[in-house]
């Protein structure tokens, strides 16, 4: 007898409607505790719009959100706030605060702890720092004065700041180079399995797939069609999805995908 996978994050019958455009009408999503995550889908299918629905900056019309055994649309305030130390999101570009300096940007959920002073903040901002892959210097520049793949971490050294059971990244690999973007790729596969994290990642990225994916779920008909590892995904028989993970990008990331396991 297969044991059931412990869940972080279900999802039930979810409705989003903008006017009389809808882009989810009866998805159904399950992310399992530990695992990478990779949320794909062609342009309009609403992946952002999923991340944002399970943390709770869009108000879907039906269904049900629970993460970590809560259900977000119902909870009471104080039950949520108690439920959002619990995760960091990373959205495109590190979404920083451009009058902050990176330091300051890590420690801003920290003060949400009121037993944190001022110097403990610091502290625990600069690990943040660290862990995201950044130098120390880094912390007293601003944002304008980073390049596009270290405003990325330090966005997502934000993220971290509350010691969070799950991240949601948002396109965390989008507009970086090759190289940039590769290791971002292995620093999200380090942090998880050091860190025991759940990580709910919208990409379009096939090298970030390949590389840091426990599973993956596509996006198409306004739900999800399909969850399932790579290997599966190849030999899934849908249009798009086997355009997708067959035409000539793919093929490219291939490669690269069989020396890392190798």
Not at 149 to 174: N, S, W, Y
Request: charged share 25%; glycine share 10%; hydrophobic share 40%.
């Amino acid at each position: 007898m297969t044991e059931e996978p412990d869940i972080a994050i279900r999802v039930r019958g979810l409705v989003n409607r903008f006017g009389t455009h809808t882009v989810h009408d009866g998805l159904d999503l399950d992310v399992r505790r530990g695992e990478v995550l990779g949320i794909v889908g062609g342009s309009g299918t609403g992946k952002s719009v999923l991340l944002r629905s399970i943390v709770g900056l869009v108000t879907p019309a039906a269904g049900t959100v629970e993460v970590l055994g809560t259900d977000v649309r119902t909870a009471d305030g104080e039950t949520r706030r108690e439920l959002e130390m619990r995760w960091g999101v990373m959205f495109q570009d590190g979404a920083l605060f451009s009058s902050l300096t990176v330091r300051e940007n890590v420690e801003v959920p920290l003060k949400g702890i009121p037993s944190l002073d001022a110097d403990l903040r610091r502290h625990l901002a600069n690990m943040k720092i660290a862990i995201a892959g950044l130098p120390a210097k880094a912390g007293d520049n601003y944002p304008a004065e980073l390049s596009g793949g270290m405003r990325k971490r330090a966005g997502l050294a934000r993220a971290l700041a509350l010691d969070p059971e799950i991240v949601f990244l948002d396109e965390p690999t989008a507009g970086l180079d090759p190289i940039g973007a590769s290791a971002f790729d292995d620093l999200i596969r380090q942090l998880s399995e050091t860190l025991g994290l759940t990580v709910f990642l919208v990409t379009h990225d096939l090298d970030t797939l390949h590389a840091c994916c426990d599973r993956i779920a596509v996006l198409a008909e306004k739900k999800v069609l399909v969850t399932g590892t790579m290997d599966h995904m190849l030999q899934v028989d849908h249009p798009w999805v086997h355009e997708y993970f067959h035409g000539p990008r793919a093929r490219a990331a291939q490669p690269a995908r069989d020396d890392k396991k190798g």
